[in-house]
């Protein structure tokens, strides 16, 4: 349910946004949401839709951009995807990553943890 609570952050931090550029409508919204947040894009954007209605946003487009996840290998080097199973277990405990191609538990994850909202259009 960690969709609603971050749904909530995102109507919170939009709407605010909009009131400080004095905007009197919000057209659309563009997220990005890294595959290792473990988000429902669709439930995010649902929420978000919801904590919209009734505001400036109400008539506003949700678009969200899945980012898949991109580490680093500290052992041999590697590049590139981190390929993983969304498993249940994981909302519980936080899985072990290892390198696809050596195998090591040394990894940097370069990209896959983001959820940020990366712009806003208003109407003004």
Known sequence: MHEFSTAVAITENVLNSAKRARAKKILSIRLEIGGLTLLNAEQVKFWVMEGLKET???????????????????????????????????????????????????IEIKKGKECVIRDIQILK
Do not use: W
Not at 61 to 66: A, S, Y
Not at 74 to 103: A, R, V, W
């Open 56 to 106: 400036i946003g109400a008539e506003s487009r949700v678009k969200i951009e899945n980012i898949n996840p991109e580490i680093l290998c500290k052992n041999c080097g590697y590049i590139g995807d981190l390929h993983f199973m969304d498993d249940p277990t994981y909302h519980l405990s936080l899985p072990l990553f290892t390198c696809p191609q050596c195998n090591s538990s040394k």
